[in-house]
């Protein structure tokens, strides 16, 4: 309790502080919502579906995922940049990098539908479901407006919108359980949401925006921006095909898709809290590139405090878990997933690693060496590959935990400790997990 108030002390007198620690306040409780509300729904859904019917959705949901970051084109981190640094007109930093993401969008439907044909020939239903949900990456593209949130810390605009949009689809799955629907209008539902999501936050542009400059396309822009995300696009797509290929593998390598519902059921569990150190990471993210400018120690001392903040929300969560996983998963999910909660106590460690690596990001962005994260996601998928083409056929989805945990921890900390120029990266995320380290002040 001394520690909390002595960190809440020195938050709030400082104002830059006080912005991040409100704008973080709005993330989290966004979050904290749809986590509770998602977390029930979900829990309905997967029993009224069971882990066969619940495993199809996400092997297909898998297949999406695989393409919906590599869909952003890496232009989060760079559109934020841009703004904040007010490198070119604001209108034509998002209307460019909407336009990108839409033709992203549409080629990367027709790419996942190919992946989804060529492991299922055969299963033209799943097929049907990819085509749904992969529309989404197109209607995503609205979500630039979600940069220009980022870069000026208006994070009570896109919360308020997301609880009101998850209240919506809430609704909407209780009732296609309640008159016992199927996996094509479930999947519908998944692209009803993002596409109420986009809308609102165009309206909310166009009514809260100060810069009211044109919304124009740059072809000029458009290469520039390109030119220095292709390393990010690369690395997306390797990150989320070491987060995800454990349920592409899971879903193609067993004879049914019962273990790949389970492995969800876990998965889902595991990855609850990330929405917390990706809300501290989203306000800290322009707080470490301004200090980069002109305050190197404050860039560093900031960088290794959000290191610290996510390691030991990693380490409580985790701690956690393993002490309640049985009886979560009972309440969540029933006795047909109860082989959750085993797989509950490996994979929950993953997200710690996880989320540092989101973390490191920020600070190759500001010390250009982009670069490495191809490096660091390279190492992991191919770890992660191996691990599971071993473990999947004997131990199922147990398996599949424990190979994206070693991967985790192999990119995020082993893989960048082998340069000279990144070195530091890994030391300070080691660092990070000292408990001395949370008491001493800057």
């Known amino acids: ?125 799943l097929l049907v479901i990819v085509l749904i949900m992969s529309f989404s990456m197109v209607i995503r593209s609205f979500e630039v407006i979600e940069y220009w949130i980022q870069a000026h810390q208006k994070a009570k605009i896109s919360s308020v919108i997301r609880i009101f949009v998850s209240i919506v689809t809430a609704v909407l799955k209780l009732l296609l359980v309640y008159f016992k629907g199927g996996l094509i209008l479930f999947s519908i539902i998944y692209t009803i949401d993002i596409t109420i999501v986009s809308i609102a936050l165009m309206i909310a542009y166009f009514n809260y925006r100060e810069d009211k400059k044109p919304l124009i396309f740059s072809f000029d822009y458009a290469k520039k921006i390109l030119s220095q995300s292709w390393y990010l696009i690369v690395s997306g797509l390797m990150i989320t095909l070491y987060m995800r290929l454990d349920q592409v593998m899971l879903g193609f390598m067993m004879g049914t898709k019962v273990e790949l519902g389970i492995y969800s059921a876990s998965a889902r569990i595991a990855e609850m809290w990330y929405f917390i150190p990706m809300a501290v990471i989203t306000s800290f993210r322009p707080v470490i590139m301004n200090k980069k400018q002109n305050d190197e120690i404050g860039y560093l001392n900031s960088l290794q405090r959000l290191y610290r903040i996510i390691a030991w929300m990693g380490i409580l969560f985790g701690i956690l878990i393993i002490i309640l996983c049985k009886p979560i998963i009972l309440i969540l999910y029933g006795n047909e997933y109860l082989a959750a909660a085993k797989i509950l106590t490996i994979s929950v460690w993953a997200g710690t690693f996880a989320m540092l690596g989101s973390a490191r990001s920020i600070w190759l962005i500001c010390e250009g060496l982009q670069k490495f994260a191809l490096s660091y996601t390279f190492g992991g998928l191919i770890v992660n590959a191996i691990l599971n083409y071993f473990l999947i056929p004997s131990y199922g989805a147990l398996g599949a935990a424990v190979a994206t945990l070693a991967s985790q921890f192999f990119a995020n900390v082993i893989v960048l400790a082998l340069f000279k120029k990144t070195r530091i990266s890994s030391y300070m995320i080691l660092k990070s997990f000292f408990p001395i380290a949370i008491m001493k002040r800057k």
Not at 95 to 105: A, D, I, K, P
Request: net charge positive; with cysteine; hydrophobic share 50%.
């Open 1 to 125: 309790m001394k520690l909390f108030k002595v960190l809440k002390g020195k938050l709030l007198r400082n104002d830059v502080a006080k912005k991040t620690l409100e704008n973080s306040s709005w993330l989290v409780s966004d979050k904290i919502f749809n986590m509770i509300l998602g977390v029930f729904v979900t829990g309905i859904t997967a029993r009224y579906f069971g882990p066969e019917i619940y495993g199809q959705f996400n092997y297909a949901l898998a297949i999406v995922s695989l393409f919906t970051v590599l869909s952003t084109l890496g232009l989060e981190i760079l559109t934020v940049k841009a703004i904040v640094a007010k490198e070119d007109n604001e209108g034509m930093i998002l209307c460019t990098s909407f336009f990108l993401r839409v033709v992203g969008g549409v080629f990367l439907t027709v790419v996942s539908c190919i992946v989804m044909w060529v492991l299922e020939p055969n299963n033209q239903y």
